[in-house]
T-cell receptor, first 113, second 113 residues
Framework: AQSVAQPEDQVNVAEGNPLTVKCTYSVSGNPYLFWYVQYPNRGLQFLLK??????LVKGSYGFEAEFNKSQTSFHLKKPSALVSDSALYFC???????????FGPGTRLSVLP | KAGVTQTPRYLIKTRGQQVTLSCSPI?????VSWYQQTPGQGLQFLFEYFSETQRNKGNFPGRFSGRQFSNSRSEMNVSTLELGDSALYLC????????????FGPGTRLTVL
């Protein structure tokens, strides 16, 4: 069975500081990993994905994520947080056996001015 | 390209009624997935359609059903509504490959009274 864990319900960070939102996963086969962001009263927006190749992937709005196969993790990072980054972040996984997407419970990021 | 559109955006129904939600994917996308989002359960996968065939199904009762048309537009139906069906229903489309990201619509907010 597939699963995604986001161990922190809430992450608070000061503007200008680096941020990390954690994600670990379990999947049969090779993983396809995704990060999405949701702003209030809106659908989810795609940020970045890992399919294969470089373990560090870069995405929209200055975000990046590092795939770690041995730790089955895919943490989202940004070197310098903005107040406008405050939102709900979801990690998702899909296995290469054709399974459906599974989303984590979400992490609420608050960037304080 | 126009994004994923969902209609209606808001619905209020009473217990026992049925409801049909509609989703128009991004042009060229052949996969449409549906999700239920609630504060307590997070984002739960309902089903995925690809070229008019259901490719994956989540753990929801048979009251939840869906279909996809030849133009890739999709509908989901919920019969005999229950109070617990109140949620944001999100539709997402993709090209259909396992590594392809999903693009989400704004959602339909269903309230069951």
């Amino acid at each position: 069975a597939q699963s995604v864990a986001q161990p922190e319900d809430q992450v608070n960070v000061a503007e200008g500081n680096p941020l990390t939102v954690k994600c670990t996963y379990s999947v049969s086969g090779n993983p396809y990993l995704f990060w999405y962001v949701q702003y209030p009263n809106r659908g989810l927006q795609f940020l970045l994905k890992y399919i294969t190749g470089d373990n560090l992937v870069k995405g929209s709005y200055g975000f990046e994520a590092e795939f770690n196969k041995s730790q089955t993790s895919f943490h989202l990072k940004k070197p310098s947080a903005l107040v406008s980054d405050s939102a709900l972040y979801f990690c998702a996984v899909r296995g290469d056996y054709g399974q459906n997407f599974v989303f984590g419970p979400g992490t609420r990021l608050s960037v304080l001015p | 390209k126009a994004g994923v559109t969902q209609t209606p955006r808001y619905l209020i129904k009473t217990r026992g009624q049925q409801v049909t939600l509609s989703c128009s994917p991004i042009s060229g996308h052949r996969s449409v997935s549906w999700y239920q989002q609630t504060p307590g359960q997070g984002l739960q996968f309902l089903f995925e359609y690809f070229s008019e065939t259901q490719r994956n199904k989540g753990n929801f009762p048979g009251r939840f059903s869906g279909r996809q048309f030849s133009n890739s537009r999709s509908e989901m139906n919920v019969s005999t509504l229950e109070l617990g069906d109140s949620a944001l229903y999100l539709c997402a489309s993709s090209l259909g490959g396992l590594g392809n990201e999903q693009f989400f619509g704004p959602g339909t907010r269903l309230t069951v009274l």
